[in-house]
């Protein structure tokens, strides 16, 4: 489309009297046709993500009673405290424990599905994707039922074995472990799907070129699949990377950040803290905390994707 | 270096034939060549020597032992692929030495042997690149020099020409007879490209609908083919092929062509069909450079007729003439001197020293 604006522009430039070609020139110009074509998008994003974002920096600069403005003080009070640093362990915990699981999960099982044949594959991929389909505010809900030490299908089953009851939620170390887990079961799919596509793009010959090589099957995975699949595994890593330090859903409705505040990441302490305890400029400074960890993350795994980007 | 034998080598896919008992025996430092046409199995063949396909039944041997469940890592051979399947995150020399690495040879050995077959191939300039940076001329070198440091038993190549424009295709034949002389490795070789099997092979394998053809030299194939289907498929214009039978005229033996033309066998070819029934459908095989231009010195056994021409090729060296005999088209060539032109009336000659007469129903070379 923008070719085709463009080439009227130039038609009409050619035919126009040299007065106003500086003006069919601007606009004519390739680069204001696309800046035109982007500008609703760049709108939206203004509206919705910019100004937000300038805000509660703005926010995060004033006092409780948001009356005056205090500088770096929120975040002075912040460091002081130990629940933020806590809050701070914790979502990097969270995050890197459920992003590790989800990958690995995603990993393994998309190489079952790859080799399925044809039609099959498509029901086990369909189903396989419903935890990352359905709302997760909904799974969470059925999977507090789960976990109910009483009552809960989990503790049932295991009390045939002798085991528990286990506080799954009650207890520190069992709270942090199913909120992972949850997230592990809602996030493995998006990784799943995406190595699938991964794997599906690397070339059948390859493999065998490799299998002739001399190769076995793990080292077809170390030295072809891996390699070949890394700006995937990169580009996913980080998006998910995001999107769990991010998580608040699964958290808020299994363990409110509970017990003793052990399962607090910066969504939810930032929630706690900005809404329930009505120190909004404070939760605004904890989400803040969010964006020099995930810029340095996102340096560190995006930094040589570019660099191999058109490799294949 | 090893011989390769096929004993009844059957291939089933979903009880689809695509390979139907082959039996073949490839000596040491021989060079075949599979030709044929698309589905006739010919790369089905090369992958199960390959490993990458199991066979159905039968046995395949590599240097003498039985191979038929030994995985391709384990046979010591190395495959050029028609899109040469390098790996695109290693450079040049990570991928002709992958194999080596993966066998934990010594550096020192891996290095003089990447750098000893880059040289022979000479690509020692690109050794740093990464596939991507490659035309494919070169690729294809690279993907010939993978195959040359491993020292296999047996080389395999899947169509390796395919991918390149024709100028290079020649440049790229050449240069695999070069190297293939240098290192005397045993190789099988599949192509669908009639020229490069007769210019590469020592043998050639021609295979029809799972089956084999026919083996023999190049020369043994122009010359003698054995069923209408190698005769037709070697040769390029391909041969001729004119429903013909034979008569008996005043104690000779004539062909007949059509109502209007016939002639007499030379004595050796008279000799040869004379047991066969006057009364079976026969077809001659002629190739167009025995059906060329009149002129007044004809050897014995080349007989001239009239008809119409009714296309002309000028090709430079010569002239395809094409023209119809009771309906059959047929190819000649002419000189380029010789007054061929479209539509016009010409007096060719046929050197029927050089025929060949079919069975028509069974394709058989009679």
């Known amino acids: 489309m923008a070719d085709i604006v463009v080439e009227q522009g130039r038609l009409v430039r050619a035919a126009s009297p040299r007065k106003r070609a500086s003006l069919q020139n601007v606009l004519g110009r390739k680069s204001t046709v696309a800046f035109f074509l982007t500008l609703p998008l760049i709108l939206l994003i203004v509206l919705l993500v910019l100004y937000p974002a300038f805000y509660s920096v703005y926010l995060a600069t004033l006092n409780k009673a948001m009356t005056k403005f205090v500088g770096l003080g929120n975040f002075t009070f912040l460091f002081k405290r130990e629940t933020f640093w806590m809050v701070v362990r914790q979502s990097c915990i969270f995050a890197i424990t459920a992003v590790v699981f989800k990958a690995l999960i995603g990993f393994i099982v998309a190489h079952f599905v790859h080799n399925i044949p044809g039609k099959k594959q498509r029901k086990w991929r369909g189903m396989l994707l419903v935890p990352w389909v359905i709302p997760p505010a909904m799974s969470t809900l059925a999977w507090l039922w789960l976990f109910d030490p009483s009552y809960s299908a989990f503790n049932y089953t295991l009390s045939f074995f002798g085991v528990g009851p286990i506080p799954w939620l009650g207890d520190t170390f069992w709270a942090r472990f199913s909120v992972i887990l949850v997230n592990v079961w809602y996030g493995a799919p998006f990784f799943l799907i995406m190595y699938l596509a991964a794997l599906k793009s690397v070339p059948d010959q390859l493999y065998e070129a490799a299998s002739i090589d001399g190769a076995n099957w793990w080292q077809k995975i170390w030295h072809i699949t891996l390699p070949m699949m890394r700006n995937i595994i990169a580009i996913t890593t980080l998006f998910s990377l995001i999107v769990t330090f991010a998580n608040f859903d699964i958290v808020r409705i299994l363990t409110s950040g509970g017990p003793l505040d052990r399962t607090h990441l910066f969504a939810t302490w930032a929630f706690q803290v900005g809404i329930q305890s009505s120190d909004i400029p404070l939760g605004a400074c904890v989400s803040l905390f969010m964006v020099p960890i995930l810029a340095v993350a996102a340096i560190f795994i995006l930094r040589d994707v570019n660099k191999r980007g058109n490799e294949a | ?366």
């Open chain 2, 1 to 366: 270096m090893a011989d390769v034998t096929l004993r009844k080598v059957v291939k089933l896919y979903d009880d689809v034939e695509a390979v139907r008992g082959i039996d073949l025996d490839i000596s040491d430092h021989e060079f075949i060549v599979l030709v044929g046409p698309s589905g006739c199995g010919k790369s089905t063949t090369l992958r199960m020597i390959a490993g990458l396909e199991d066979i159905t039944d039968g046995d395949i041997m590599i240097g003498g032992d039985v191979v038929n469940d030994v995985p391709p890592k384990d046979r010591d051979i190395a495959m050029v692929f028609q899109n040469y399947a390098l790996y695109p995150h290693m450079t040049v020399a990570e991928n002709m030495s992958f194999g080596l690495r993966l066998k934990h040879y010594p550096k020192a050995e891996i290095n003089a042997r990447v750098t000893e077959a880059a040289r022979l191939l000479d690509i020692t300039d690109l050794i740093n690149r990464k596939p991507k940076q490659l035309s494919g001329g070169q690729r294809q070198r690279v993907a010939m020099g993978r195959a040359i440091v491993r020292n296999p038993k047996v080389f395999l190549f899947d169509e390796p020409l395919s991918n390149l424009d024709a100028k290079l295709r020649v440049q790229m034949r050449i240069e695999i007879k070069k190297v293939h002389q240098k290192v005397r490795t045993t190789t099988v070789y599949v192509t669908h490209d009639q020229v490069e099997a007769m210019t590469l092979a020592d043998r050639v394998v021609v295979m029809n609908k799972g089956r084999i053809e026919q083996i023999g030299t190049p020369n043994e194939l122009y010359h003698k083919p054995a069923t209408r289907f190698v005769a037709g498929f070697i040769g390029s214009p391909a041969m001729n092929f004119i429903p013909c039978r034979l008569e008996d005229v005043a104690g000779t033996v004539q062909i007949r062509l059509t109502d209007r033309i016939a002639f007499p066998l030379p004595p050796a070819r008279a000799a040869r069909y004379n047991a066969l029934p006057r009364s079976e459908k026969l077809l001659l095989g002629i190739r167009p450079e025995h059906l060329t231009e009149w002129h007044a010195h004809l050897e014995p056994g080349v007989e001239t007729f009239d008809t119409v021409l009714d296309v002309t090729e000028p090709m430079g060296m010569e002239t395809l003439v094409y023209f119809g005999l009771d309906g059959t088209p047929v190819c000649g060539r002419v000189d380029p001197n010789a007054g061929a032109a479209d539509g016009a009336p010409m007096r060719l000659a046929m050197d029927l020293n050089n025929m060949h007469l079919l069975n028509d129903e069974t394709g058989v070379v009679l």
